[in-house]
């Protein structure tokens, strides 16, 4: 990554590991800011989404604080670096997520703590019979018979295909139906989980704003009000500008043109349409253009900053002529997936860095009682410990980077597939498809192949503990043994087979 270092008045493009401490750099409309910094000339919407996971950008102005990896959507900054490496906020997360990863238990299959003493155990045992049967009085043919009818009877291929064939149906089924899970400790913590905390942005919610509203005053006509906002909107690169021209130009075809435009970063964009001079964009924005405003426009602001929306207004000469509402919507699946989620037992959270009102917002509309808002990205993971210390078996479920401390922290950590890179290498569990039904889909999966271990684990101790004696006692003999092994190691993989059977929630 390059970075426009500042020598006096020149700009000069150094490698990101050059930059120092106290060094000024500027940061284009468009580019990533390579450090965290103190903005000291300059004015932007900052998208720090790759860091909070929340989809608005904030606007950042002199004097604030900005993180490296973050991206100035729409203004050009001059930044003087406070951390620089592996000493910023992005870098720290990173560190934190694999010192996580690293320090969470790991338990091993129960088939690789039994087999250091069955096989020498057994062998033993072959010996003793043998020598007890020489000594009872059966000629040496006969104990060594009896001898290796216990050896082979007692042949650990049933205890050692147990795990193997059910974690490769499982896995395999989980493949197919859009989950990757990454191991035995996945399948082992879910069979414990009862509580599941969900990311906001971007795993309950779509993490793009969308026009949610679009209201307009009486007087106006409503197609004109659509052309004079997507004809002020397409040039600027701002996420709720791209929001607004989606929704425009799906309902409206043709634009008219734009004299005199004015774009004010974090703000909005002015300029003269039609016969008039027009202005879309925050509330502040219309003011400073001199356009009024009526008790009825500022109740309307007011309801839709309630319910935890970006207020957007549309002002032409004078007067407010529409209102926009911008969000970030529910997936389409999500009211299902917390309900599936609930039916399986399981406890959910919403945790989100957004303020309280939005997050409560979305989770009374897809069932979520208990909500953690406000929360910061190297926070999360604190969020999880409280809740192990408080003797819960968490799930975490996310997608961005914020979350990655998190999704390593956690009992079991589901990463949906387009988060971040970091994200996915800390979960146990990664979620291919985009419903997020998967979530109840990938529990109760998890919770059939350990099931299955189970069963078959208990097939193959069971069936030592009945035939061994039967061996020993010299009522088998070695080719009978050798047909009964057989057909253990056969109902084992059988057993395991019927995962291919299991369904979906969505299918």
């Known amino acids: 990554m390059t970075v426009r270092r500042i020598r006096g008045t020149d700009e000069e493009l150094v490698s990101a590991a050059d930059l120092r401490v106290g060094d000024t750099f500027a940061v284009h409309p468009g580019e990533s800011i390579a450090a965290d910094g ?66 969470k238990a790991r338990i091993q299959p129960l088939v690789d703590r039994v087999v250091t003493w069955f096989v020498p155990s057994t062998i033993g045992l072959a010996v003793l019979v043998t020598l007890v049967w020489i000594v009872a009085g059966a000629t040496v043919t006969q104990a060594v018979g009896i001898g290796i009818a216990v050896l082979i009877i007692a042949c650990p291929c049933a205890l050692g295909l147990a795990t193997p064939t059910a974690l490769l149906m499982g896995v395999g089924r989980g493949a197919h139906m859009g989950i990757l899970i990454k191991g035995i400790s996945a399948l082992e913590a879910s069979g414990r989980v009862d509580t599941v905390v969900l990311d ?107 319910r935890g929306d970006t207020a957007i207004v549309l002002g032409r000469a004078d007067r407010i002529v529409a209102f926009l509402a911008l969000g970030d919507e529910l ?36 069932g979520i009682d208990d909500v953690r808002a406000g929360v910061m990205p190297e926070s999360k993971a604190e969020v999880i410990n409280a809740l192990k210390r408080a003797g819960r078996h968490v799930a975490m479920v996310g997608d961005g980077i914020n979350d990655a401390p998190a999704l390593a922290t956690a009992h079991l950590g589901l990463a949906v597939a387009d988060g971040s890179d970091i994200a996915i290498r800390s979960a146990d569990i990664v979620l291919i498809r985009e419903d997020l039904r998967v979530v109840a889909d990938a529990v109760r999966l998890a919770r059939r192949t350990l099931g299955t271990i189970r069963t078959n684990l208990f097939w193959a101790f069971g069936y030592n503990m009945a035939a061994i004696p039967l061996a020993a006692t010299g009522l088998l003999n070695p080719l009978i043994a050798a047909a009964a092994m057989a057909l253990s190691s056969v109902l084992v993989v059988a057993n395991s087979m019927r995962l291919r059977n299991f369904v979906s929630i969505s299918e």
């Open 200 to 306: 906001k942005t971007g795993t309950v919610t779509t993490g793009r704003m969308q026009v949610t509203e679009f209201q307009t005053k009486r007087a106006v006509d409503r197609e004109d009000v659509l052309r004079w906002a997507g004809a002020l909107e397409s040039r600027s690169e701002h996420p709720a500008a791209r929001a607004i021209c989606e929704f425009v130009l799906s309902r409206v075809s043709q634009l008219p043109r734009v004299d005199d435009e004015q774009i004010r970063p974090g703000l909005g964009v002015a300029g003269h349409i039609e016969g008039a001079t027009t202005v879309i964009g925050s509330p502040r924005l219309a003011e400073e253009f001199g356009v009024a405003f009526t008790e009825d426009d500022r109740r309307t602001i007011a309801v839709i900053r309630e």
């Open 331 to 366: 997936k389409d699946s999500a009211v299902a997936a917390i309900a599936s989620l609930r039916d399986l037992g399981l406890r959910t959270i919403l945790l989100s860095g957004d303020h309280e009102t939005t997050v409560r917002r979305v989770a009374a509309a897809v």
């Open 38 to 103: 103190v903005i000291r000339e300059g004015r932007a919407a900052v998208d720090e989404s790759v860091l909070t996971g929340e989809p608005l950008p904030r606007e950042a102005v002199v004097g604030d604080t900005v993180m490296g990896g973050a991206v100035s959507a729409d203004g050009y900054l001059l930044i003087e670096a406070k951390a620089v490496g592996e000493h910023t906020r992005l870098a720290q997360m990173s560190a934190l997520a694999e010192r996580a990863q690293e320090s």
